[in-house]
């Protein structure tokens, strides 16, 4: 029987971890299909506190789960595959292993939407990011490129136009599904650029240079075409990981897991959510393990009372 299992290793889930282990609860934290969660896929990390010179966002999780191991939580690697929820004690699989719990915290994370290329992944953190607020800071007098026609993307160019040159829009129809108010305020800026019924075909550029080009297909005359940008921002949306959880966890229509007001509480009183998988808004790694904190500091007082 285990006091608290922790499902998912981002800042979240460490921090619940670094916690829950401080409080002598001695937490199991399974690390899941990305240990270390979105931040393993970007360079340098400018914007999490205590770092002036900033840190490699592989390295700010290792650290994280050093940190979380020195108190005493225990990590394994594996994948959640199943999990029990409806009934106390709460049933957590994966691999082959059945771990029985007291609370349980969620901290699986989203997934941001790919395009899908071989070329996209090999350059994530060298000129391909997921992240304008992450990352847009790079980009100063530089040309870049945003795929994406919704709310999210006119506002990641919109954001990016604070300091690139020139941001082309890339977009697959020639309608934005934005809201009007956010389609309006791209188009006005001088520095946005739409590319419309286009796709992008190939990112041209090195892990070493950075991106250097993406090679566009206009799908209504399938002719090919070069853009010479510096870095590209993918802004297609995002899928919560909740998958599992579906059925027994209250989910909003686009998948996140619904907590209460100023809490990490679910539907079910001892299973808590924290982090991207239940903020469709900020997204960002301080956030992510301010809420971590909340959910270990809630499940010890559940478990107390």
């Known amino acids: ?26 937490p199991l934290l399974i690390e899941g299909k990305e240990p270390g969660g979105q931040l393993t896929l970007t360079t340098l990390v400018e914007n999490y506190p205590g770092f002036a010179d900033g840190i490699m966002g592989p390295q700010l999780m290792e650290d994280m789960r050093k940190q979380a191991q020195r108190f005493g939580a225990e990590v394994v690697n594996g994948y959640v595959h199943a999990v029990k929820l409806t009934e106390q004690p709460f049933r957590v ?63 990641e160019a919109t954001f990016l136009t604070k300091f690139a040159t020139r941001v082309s829009v890339i977009h697959r129809r020639d309608v934005l599904r934005a809201s ?9 800026n001088p520095k946005i650029h739409f590319i419309w019924n286009s796709v992008v075909e190939e990112v ?52 996140y897991i619904i907590t209460r007001p100023d809490s990490t509480r679910t539907n079910i009183s001892g299973v808590f959510a924290c982090g991207d998988v239940q903020d469709p808004v900020f997204r960002q790694a301080i956030t992510a393990a301010g809420s971590g904190c909340m959910a270990a500091m809630e499940s010890e007082r559940w478990l107390e009372h």
């Open 204 to 255: 041209l550029g090195s892990r070493e240079t950075g991106v250097s080009a993406l090679q566009l297909k206009d799908i209504k005359t399938q002719q090919l075409s070069r853009l010479k940008v510096d870095g590209l921002f993918v802004a297609i949306g995002h899928n919560p990981n909740t998958e599992i959880f579906r059925g027994q966890i209250d989910l909003d229509d686009r998948g």
């Open 1 to 26: 029987m285990r006091n608290m299992v922790i499902i998912g290793s981002g800042p979240a889930g460490l921090t619940a971890a670094i916690y829950a282990a401080r409080a002598n609860l001695q």
């Open 93 to 155: 699989y994966y691999g082959e292993e059945e771990i029985v719990a007291k609370t349980v915290v969620i901290s699986t994370g989203s997934s941001a939407k790919l395009i899908g290329l071989e070329s996209e992944m090999q350059l994530m953190g060298h000129g391909v990011s997921t992240c304008a607020t992450c990352d847009g800071f790079f980009y100063r007098g530089k040309e870049i490129a945003v795929v994406g026609g919704g709310d999210s993307a006119m506002e």
């Open 180 to 188: 009007k108010i956010m389609q309006a305020r791209a188009q006005r």
